[in-house]
Nanobody, 123 residues
Framework: VQLQASGGGLVQAGGSLRLSCAAS????????MAWFRQAPGKEREFVAG????????GYADSVKGRFTISRDITKSTLYLQMNELKPEDTALYYC?????????????????WGQGTQVTVSS
């Protein structure tokens, strides 16, 4: 499975961005998916996850209430709507496909990873 992430860019604090992640196979609809991010000098961290067919979402405390994860099964595409962006949201954002049908905060539970899309939030 190949994952193509897009939608990153430079935005001012308080602004919004929508990330997309297109999967090369429709069979990912049977798997959980998630977004992770890695800021310079920091470890990669879980941002948001979603279960197969769009159920069972979860968010990191730092983005809860500001970010929304969703997926379009018909397009095999994962989304992350990011509102009220803060400078601390600046990172390389990765999408990933889980081994099972639900998402996890643990990176080892993911078998496929996208190449990352850069999000930069200026103050």
């Amino acid at each position: 499975v190949q994952l193509q992430a897009s939608g990153g860019g430079l935005v001012q604090a308080g602004g919004s961005l929508r990330l997309s992640c297109a999967a090369s196979r429709r069979t990912v609809s049977n798997n959980g998916m998630a977004w992770f991010r890695q800021a310079p000098g920091k470890e990669r961290e879980f941002v948001a996850g979603i279960g197969y067919r769009g159920g069972g979402t979860g968010y990191a405390d730092s983005v809860k209430g500001r970010f929304t994860i969703s997926r379009d099964i018909t397009k095999s595409t994962l989304y992350l709507q990011m509102n009220e962006l803060k400078p601390e949201d600046t990172a390389l954002y990765y999408c990933a496909v889980a081994r099972g049908s639900i998402h996890s905060v643990r990176q080892m539970e993911y078998t496929y990873w996208g190449q990352g899309t850069q999000v930069t939030v200026s103050s």
